[in-house]
């Protein structure tokens, strides 16, 4: 007799088959009538290698995982819309800049470059922004970082860099950080990474949102005008809502609170139609700029400050889509920095020259065919035509025989296919010199200025989260003679630096390393400094509101307004997460208490009754709460009856902790001030 269970189980399959009056079909388009049960030779027997069915649905579940990226394998990525606020015809022929107000579809995503698909969000790494432009001319990829230079200056580095920097070959972690011995054992011995080193080591490696970030070509490009001059160009991407960073202790509690912290705050945030909007602004200069600095435009570890070519803004970036599927859109999306469109042309950048042709390459390793372009995501926008033909997963189907060109089937009345046109792309032309050689050239060669710039461009309070995140790393290295190594760099970058991470680490001050070329002071940077520039504001910002049973429900409804009012978002934590009766009504929370820790908000308040307070005081979760707050330097909204959880904590009234009343405003900003007293910085 059959088991209770087939019955249910094959009585349910009609119903919950159909979705949207879709019926169920393998992929070949034959209808199901069962998807509960595989086919038996009895009720308790074995399988039939006949179940077609159950087949294909195992076999195609088995190769569901493609090759990840193996760099930047972890990415949130957002479809949008980019605007020319600002044509530019007398400098490039590039159709979108063409016109403005004119709109061009983008897709873009946002990577963390050393872990795993499946790593968390926040380590302390650089971050990808990679841009896909579908012009009316064809796509155009920018496929830059948020930190505006490279480790390595030549494209044969690319892979030892790597390997380094992934987890180590043998023992397969560290996932997802550079805290380890390869990686500095690495740096110690390639001066020319140290820029980047200290920008990831900065508070730039650590940003709060992607919404929040800046984003950079790096590498010098060119912009192309209808007389054919060349110029050289850099890109940038500003945040509307500034740049805003984490604090280290901040980031790797969030690595433990929410894994996903800033796939959620992007997905959320378009969601809610609060939509992330960057201008693009571009620094544009000539070979006669180019051939006073003291530096090579074409080095990608060298930045050209904003004070020395301004960045002018010629367009809005706005992302108001989320993808419909991640796989199809974000895990199959291909980047390709070869992918430029007339009007804009490569430099000699020896880096940018080897990214010609490694990402096409491993698009063809990842996706698994040179068709890979067909993929909806990675298919231009505008119609294209040429004489390729075939491969694997060849999906369209041209008409005809005219796969060669020239060709003379006009002639007989057949279509004789797509010609190359007068307005398509042209090289840019320039003047190349020299005999044949593996070389680097010697305007390559000064590591240590730029890096000195940008720590004397910082705040004293980010330089003290530099030098400690030197610190923090180099302990975490176990092979001894690297940290010394790394010390002697710092030294010649800037004295302080270099004593403050040897005293930091414990260790004796090394003698200085021997620069290939002599740093020379280089002006600082205004607009280098996150904490400099910060906008004050609570738009994009997310204020934790701690309440319990009888909480009064009019402040919560006041102090909601006003953080709404201002921009920001409310997320009301409880000790339960079930419907809480108020004084004066009642709500649902957003969130249970211990699994919301304040990292998750840039600011938090609480308003309790004296009883609940006190109850309060003795969990851990709820002192832990407004610890962290404090110690992540944010502001501390309070009713009096929450003081005892205050008191509980050690923390008094003071800037950027008071009444709950004032919160909508001190949770604009970050207390930098406050760091000092709290922890001990290098
Ligand atoms: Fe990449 N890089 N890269 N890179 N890169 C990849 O391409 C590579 C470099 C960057 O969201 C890979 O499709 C070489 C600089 C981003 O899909 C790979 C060199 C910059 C992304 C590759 C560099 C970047 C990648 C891995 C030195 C900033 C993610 C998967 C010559 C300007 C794109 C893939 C996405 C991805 C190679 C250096 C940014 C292996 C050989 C410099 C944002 O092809």
New binding site residues.
Partial sequence: MAPKSYETAQGNAGETQQRGGEVLTTNHGIPFSDNQNSLRAGARGPTLLEDFLLREKIFHFDHERIPE?????R?S?AHGVFTCTKAIPELTVASLLAETGKETPVFV???T?AGGAGSVDTPRD?????VKFYTDQGNWDL???NIPV?F?Q??I???DL?HSVKMEADKGYPQAGSAHDTFWDFVSLMPETLHTVIWAMSDRAIPRSLRMMEG????TFRFVNAEGEARFVKFHWKPVLGVQSLVWDESTKLQGADNDYHRRDLYEAIEAGDFPEWDFAVQVFDQELADSLPYDVLD?TKIIPEEIVPLQVIGRMKLNRNPDNHFAENEQ?????SNIVPGIDFSEDP?????LF??L???KS?LGTTNFHQIPINAPKCPYANMMRDGLMQTAVPKGRANYEPNSLDQAGEDPGPRASKQGFVTAKAEVSGGKERIRAESFGDHYSQPRLYWRSLTENERAHTASSFVFELSKVGLEHVRPKVVAHLLVIDQGLGERVAKGLGIDVPAPAKPFKEPVDLEPSAALSIQGNWKETLKGRKIGLLVAEGSDKESIDKLTAAIEGEGGSVFVVAPKIGPLALKGGSLVPDGQLAGSPSALFDGIAMILMPDQAQKLAKDAAAVGFVMDAYAHLKAIGHCKGSTVILDRAGIEDGEGVGPWEDLAQTAKKRYWAREPELRDLA
């Fill in positions: 990226r193996i760099v930047h394998a990415g990525a995503r946002f990577s470059v650089v971050r990808g922004f990679a496929v830059g970082n490279f390595i030549d494209a580095k690319f892979p790597v950079f070509g790096v590498h990608p999306s291909a980047f390709l920095p880096l940018l020259q080897g990214r490694s990402y390459d491993t698009q990842r």
